[in-house]
């Protein structure tokens, strides 16, 4: 198994020297959301400790880094595991769930490419900063709406909707 990644203070991050420059205005950004399904077709969820919410393991990607780069990065920083392989499923950018602000006010409008990985190693554990802990969950049993991220809780159903008709999701 390879290190795992160095952890780089959010102010030194591409989007935190963007925040730098227009502090809480409203941007685009281009992200990943990975939905990781166990042998028994359960998902992970993460719970993230801005807001003490569950949602999928999932980032934005950094500039010159290609989207399985994000999604490989991201798996590893929240979840511990190792990503192999993975296929879209989807892409997430309606303006009614994916225009929203982060506790500390910061406002996006997310575009995300949803993936689904079967594919991957290690243990679930060693989290970053970011995520407090992460439990798979089956698709007939996740936490309540009230208790997950709203627009990657839709994100989980659109993956729902896709193992059920093998279409890809817009959202």
């Known amino acids: 198994m390879s290190a795992k990644p160095v952890k780089i203070a959010f102010a030194d991050t591409w989007i935190g020297k963007?925040?730098?420059?227009?502090?809480?205005?409203?941007?685009?950004?281009?992200?990943?959301?990975?939905?990781?399904e166990?042998?028994?077709?359960?998902?992970?969820?993460?719970?993230r400790t801005d807001n003490g919410r569950w949602a999928l393991p999932a980032g934005l990607c950094e500039p010159g880094e290609a989207v399985e780069e994000a999604a490989k990065r991201e798996v590893r920083e929240e979840t511990g595991l190792i990503l192999k392989t993975f296929v879209p499923f989807g892409f997430a950018s309606a303006p009614e769930r994916e225009v929203f602000s982060y506790p500390n006010g910061h406002q996006i409008h997310a575009f995300g490419l949803l993936l689904h990985?079967?594919?991957?190693?290690?243990?679930?554990?060693?989290?970053?900063?970011?995520?407090s802990e992460a439990q798979f969950f089956a698709l007939d049993d996740l936490p309540p709406i009230s208790e997950c991220c709203s627009n990657e809780y839709h994100s989980v159903m659109c993956f729902k909707a896709y193992r059920e008709t093998g279409a890809f999701q817009w959202s």
Do not use: C, H, M, W
């Open 18 to 36: 963007i925040r730098q420059k227009i502090g809480n205005d409203l941007i685009a950004v281009p992200g990943v959301r990975i939905v990781l």
């Open 38 to 47: 166990d042998a028994d077709g359960r998902v992970l969820l993460v719970r």
């Open 117 to 131: 990985a079967t594919s991957y190693e290690g243990e679930v554990g060693d989290f970053d900063d970011e995520v």
